[in-house]
């Protein structure tokens, strides 16, 4: 039932050019080319077409849908990305099975769930990786404030603060404490942004038929490496890693040269997705191998300040969540709470 209703649906879709206004689905802004011209055109073994694409006419950028059925976990269609008017379905024996699907990809710019089931859609909602999550609604069309954009894991550079969302600015800034603080000024600084603002959900639109909660997520693990002894950024580093949850590896030159340093950087970026450097630009041949090891770069001092600092310590997440049914809309709730219709 639900493959053939896919399948209609999809071949369904009018296919057309762009000023037409029956098409919807229009030409790609290029010709394919190596991954998506293969996604439309090659199976791997096991796999077959649900809906097989067709180029339209002569134009080789308008593409009819495809769908493909047999897609393996961990096989090259579930970790690239082709962006073109290709479904790969793949088999989940359960929600547990499908989040960690969902999870085991090198990128994490959204994600998204249909459910009427409160406790699959919590479950869902505290595990998935990726930085916009959609919650029985489309994942495309996001809007500046609503749904501040941006992902995760390979999905985003440095810190990856969201498009449209309160942090974004200070990403063309760099900030340097007026005077010198202590590590209990700054950790007393670093708990107050923590309980305020950090460890809450924020719904600054407050629509009653759609919630848009942004809130954060401590970091998986951040490393900090010295140019130099640096007792002041070591102790702030200490503190943050302390109230945000977040571990923290520090590399210090006299214990390891830039040379040691780089060669042990894929064993640390396995449990990490930070690297947060002091004082002079590490060599290039450390910011190669932070590079090929998947971590995200921060070249700045350990600020004093809560509420900069530990945006370096967490991840932005946006959670979207369509609060109507046939015209009922669901009871207003935070976002760890039951949901109810109102009466």
């Known amino acids: 039932m639900f493959r053939r209703q896919l399948r209609d649906a999809a071949a369904s879709l009018a296919v057309g050019p762009a000023d037409d206004p029956k098409s919807i689905v229009t030409p790609l802004v290029q010709e394919p080319r190596e991954n998506l011209l293969r996604a439309l055109t090659q199976l791997d073994p096991g796999e077959e077409w649900l809906l097989k694409p067709r180029q339209i006419g002569d134009d080789p950028c308008l593409w009819s849908p495809g769908i493909r059925l047999g897609v393996k976990p961990g096989s090259w269609f579930h970790q690239t990305e082709c962006f073109g008017p290709v479904l790969g379905l793949i088999r989940a024996e359960n929600l547990d099975h499908a989040v960690e699907i ?8 959204t994600a998204g769930i249909h459910s009427l089931d409160e406790a699959e ?4 909602r505290e595990r998935v990786r990726a930085g916009n999550l959609y919650i029985n609604r489309g994942i495309t069309g996001a809007i500046v ?20 969302g309160p942090n974004y600015v200070n990403l063309f800034r760099r900030f340097t404490d007026r005077a010198e603080s202590d590590c209990d ?4 600084s670093y708990r107050e942004a923590w309980e305020n603002h950090f460890s809450a959900g924020h719904d600054p639109a407050g629509l009653l038929c759609e919630s848009n909660v942004f809130r954060y997520r401590p970091a998986r693990g951040v490393i900090l490496r010295l140019s130099t002894d640096d007792e002041h950024g070591e102790s702030f580093a200490i503190a943050a890693a302390k109230i945000t949850g977040v571990p923290l590896e520090i590399s210090r030159p006299a214990d390891e040269s830039d040379a040691e340093f780089a060669a042990r950087l894929p064993d640390l970026a396995r449990g990490t997705e930070f690297l947060r450097t002091i004082g002079a630009i590490p060599p290039d041949s450390v910011l ?8 995200n ?8 300040n809560g509420r900069l600092e530990l945006t370096r310590w967490t991840r932005e997440q946006s959670v979207t969540e369509t609060r109507h049914r046939y015209g009922n809309i669901f009871a207003i709730r935070g976002e760890n709470e039951p949901t109810g219709f109102v009466r």
């Open 297 to 304: 770069w921060i070249h700045a001092p350990v600020s004093a």
């Open 185 to 188: 000024r700054a950790e007393t």
């Open 288 to 295: 190669r191998a932070a590079h090929e090891s998947g971590l």
């Open 102 to 109: 969902q999870n085991e990809v090198e990128f994490g710019l």
């Open 145 to 164: 404030q609503r749904q501040p954009f941006g992902g995760w894991k390979k999905s985003c550079i440095g810190p990856g603060a969201k498009a449209g």
């Open 121 to 124: 859609i919590a479950a869902w």
